[in-house]
C-alpha cells in the first residue's frame, strides 16, 4: 500500500495551507492545515510553517494507521522538507519518497483548499493554476475591497510591503506575537 502526500495553498496569499494524505489502493483522504498565522510576521521569517506542516503530516499517518511495509510518498515541495527528515526517522529512509504529485492525490488536496477558501466568502477564479498573477491580484482586490479580511491573509511575504494594505499590518503582527511570548 502507498500513502501519497501532497499541499495546496503554500504559494496563494490567503488563508494558510492545506495538507493532505492519500492512500492510492483505497482512496482513503484526510487532511488538514497549517493555520495562516504561520504565514505572518514574525512566524514566517522563522519558517516555522515548516515545523507545523510535518507535525501535521505525521498526525495524518496516524489517522491513516500506516501498515508496517507502507510506502510513504511526499510532494517535492519543500514544506515537506522538515517532515521528511521526521519520517525518515520515524519510518525509516527507505519507505518515504519524494515524487511529483498528480492525479487523485492532488484533486483532492485542492479541492480541500477551495472549500476552505470558499468557507472565507471568497471565490476562486477558474484556471487559477495557470493564471498566477491574475490569481494574486483576484485575492488582493478581495481584500482591499474589506480590510478586515486581511486576517485570512499569508501577510509574511516581505514584498507584500509595497501594498498599502499589508505596511500597518505587518507591524501590528510583530507586536501582537511578542506579547504572546
Known amino acids: 500500500m502507498t500513502i501519497i502526500i501532497d499541499d ?10 492545506v495538507i493532505g494524505a492519500y492512500r492510492k489502493e483505497t482512496g482513503e483522504f484526510k487532511y488538514d492545515v497549517v493555520d495562516v498565522k504561520y504565514f505572518k510576521s514574525p512566524r514566517f521569517r522563522r519558517k516555522e510553517y515548516l515545523k507545523e506542516t510535518s507535525r501535521i503530516v505525521l498526525q495524518l499517518l496516524e489517522k491513516l494507521k500506516v501498515g508496517e511495509n507502507e510506502e510513504i510518498m511526499l510532494c517535492r515541495g ?8 521526521d519520517l525518515k526517522k520515524v519510518y ?15 484533486r483532492y488536496v485542492e479541492t480541500a483548499y477551495l472549500d476552505e477558501l470558499r468557507n472565507l466568502g471568497y471565490e476562486p477564479i477558474e484556471q487559477r493554476e495557470n493564471a498566477r ?4 491580484f483576484h485575492m488582493l482586490g478581495w ?9 485570512y491573509a499569508k501577510t509574511g511575504w516581505p514584498r507584500l510591503s509595497r501594498y498599502r494594505i ?9 507586536f501582537s506575537y511578542e506579547s504572546e511570548l
Do not use: C, H, T
Request: hydrophobic share 35%; net charge positive.
Open 8 to 17: 495546496a495553498g503554500s504559494g496563494d496569499l490567503l488563508f494558510g495551507m
Open 78 to 85: 519543500y514544506v515537506f522538507d522538515k517532515a521528511v527528515e
Open 92 to 106: 525509516g529512509e527507505e519507505r518515504i519518497k519524494r515524487i511529483k504529485v498528480s492525479g487523485a492525490p492532488q
Open 133 to 136: 498573477a491574475k490569481n494574486f
Open 143 to 151: 481584500l482591499k475591497r474589506n480590510p478586515d479580511r486581511i486576517k
Open 166 to 174: 499589508f505596511k500597518q499590518q505587518r507591524r501590528r503582527e510583530d
